[in-house]
């Protein structure tokens, strides 16, 4: 099976097995699936564990917000879906092609997150009778902010958002939430504090297989909200995430990929901008020169022009006052 998905997707496996080459994706490449709402058709990374690859660029009318990535695990009892999806056309999108490469039905949905990429398709799949689950603080993120998200959907997705309503999941929990459908122990865990509120992973231990949400990120740059903590990031990485010690890394957006790329990426980057800044601040450089910190290493990143500003910026008001 990996021997035909390396012919079919050549450019993943440099990723997984290369590791020194730049990333691939761009903005500029089309919708790669026309005959349907999800940005790219799902693919079988490995036996059994599928994954729709979002576009790498923001959210958009010509991507119908699908710049996430939408996962899918066949258990041989069931169908564990990572993320509800961006609305519920998207949602509904994901479960047709779900169809076409089984009969067993979906069972639990989870959210990686409190964004509304992760959640608004959740009322398409509360529709469908499916169990919806997410780590508690990623809950009261969509409780709080997810009419917002709806909002900013429906301006962007226009009738693609049609259908897609604020639904909260069923069920939340704290650090580790366990399943065991078929032949696939499914543990999600949220690992400390990271991207965003209530971030989760989808760890198969017997595949050493991660679905790491937006824990994790390569292809495009990584943003830093003004809630992001890169500091306990750090933490959560080393602690927790690297403990993992996983062969294959699907993260939140961009290609499946391994270990080194998205520490390449992510804790890398994390320690590189976090260096900048503190020597920025030891200067006694201003928060107005600080957004113009030399970050050319990762300029090749998709959404470098869009990110990379605001996040030299919301990192030098965090360390201002570590």
């Known amino acids: 099976m990996i021997g035909i998905f390396m012919r079919a997707v050549p450019a993943l496996f440099a990723f997984l097995f290369g ?34 690859i979002g576009a790498t660029a923001p959210p958009t009318y010509e991507n119908s917000g699908h710049n996430n990535n939408l996962s899918f695990i066949l258990t041989g009892e069931g169908v564990v879906v990572v993320n509800g999806g961006a609305s519920w056309k998207l949602a509904e999108a994901l479960h047709e092609e779900i169809k076409k490469v089984t009969d067993q039905p979906v069972r639990l949905v989870v959210n ?10 959740n009322s398409y799949w509360r529709a469908q009778g499916v169990k919806i689950v997410a780590q508690e603080e990623a809950a009261q993120e969509f409780g709080a902010t997810g009419y917002d998200s709806l909002a900013a959907a429906e301006r962007i997705q226009k009738e693609k958002a049609d259908g897609t309503e604020v639904v909260l999941p069923d069920e939340t929990f704290e650090e580790s939430y366990r399943v065991a459908f078929g032949s696939f122990p499914i543990e999600v865990l949220n690992l400390g504090p ?20 937006d824990m994790a990120f390569h292809e495009r740059m990584l943003p830093i909200f003004e809630e992001t903590d890169t500091a306990a990031w750090l933490v959560s990485w080393d602690e927790g995430f690297e403990a993992l010690n996983a062969t294959y890394v699907i993260p939140g957006h961009g290609h499946p990929t391994n270990m080194d790329q998205v520490r390449r990426y992510t804790k890398d980057y994390l320690v590189y901008l976090r260096g900048k800044i503190r020597a920025h601040l030891d200067a006694g450089g201003s928060l107005a020169d600080a957004y113009y910190v030399d970050q050319s290493p990762y300029r090749h990143l998709d959404t470098f022009e869009e990110l990379a500003t605001r996040n030299a910026g919301r990192v030098y008001e965090q360390m201002e006052f570590e």
């Open 19 to 52: 590791a020194a080459a730049p990333a691939q994706a761009s903005q500029d490449i089309p919708d790669q699936y026309p005959g349907s709402v999800l940005y790219s058709k799902p693919v079988e990374f490995i036996p059994n564990v599928f994954s729709a």
């Open 112 to 121: 990686e997150n409190g964004q509304g990429h992760a959640m608004l398709g």
């Open 194 to 213: 990271a991207h965003s509120p209530g971030d989760a992973v989808v760890w198969l231990p017997e595949q050493s297989l991660v679905i790491s949400g």
